[in-house]
């Protein structure tokens, strides 16, 4: 499939592993997984820098699996897990740095379009969850406000 504002076909990105089992080789128990992710966690990391940690550091190819429930789920009963998803903030960030850029270099129109693209993404991603109950009804992108989120 395509990605969304340009027709290139991106296909990088490491693949999952193909059976749906606990590694006979991997050395950590769930007890001590809930504990790295804790521990990361509170170091400031995101969910998906947790998950590559663990990944590349700690050798656990699939943490789901390990533990019988997904990162976002132990962050959440931990009370660890941000107000707003991790990928909507990602693309806030992206609008902040646009309009920054923009403010000093108005005359630049590839950041103008690119702004607008970004600002459509936000806005589809925030009616996708406040449809699933991530987001209080209420909530709205506003890009004047947007900036105490970051901070």
């Known amino acids: 499939m395509a990605r969304m504002h340009s027709r290139k076909k991106g296909k ?4 999952r592993p193909v ?14 997984i809930e504990m790295l992710v804790t521990k990361l966690a509170k170091d400031g990391k995101s969910p998906s820098q947790i998950g590559l940690i663990l990944r590349d550091t700690y050798g656990i190819p699939d943490i789901k699996v390990a ?22 903030l990602a693309l806030i960030k992206k609008s902040v740095k646009l309009r920054k850029h923009i403010e000093s270099n108005h005359k630049d129109e590839g950041s103008k379009r690119g702004l607008i693209l970004t600002e459509s993404k936000i806005k589809r991603l925030v009616k996708y969850y406040k449809k699933i109950g991530k987001l209080e009804e209420g909530w709205k992108y ?3 406000r947007v900036r105490m989120y970051l901070e």
């Not at 059976?19 to 001590?32: A, I, L, N």
């Open 12 to 15: 990088a990105g490491s693949k």
């Open 19 to 32: 059976e749906k089992k606990v590694p006979s080789w991997m050395r950590y128990k769930g007890k001590e």
């Open 67 to 88: 533990m019988g429930k997904k990162l976002t789920k132990v962050l959440e009963e931990k009370k660890l897990l941000s107000k707003l998803p991790e990928d909507l």
């Open 142 to 144: 506003n890009p004047d």
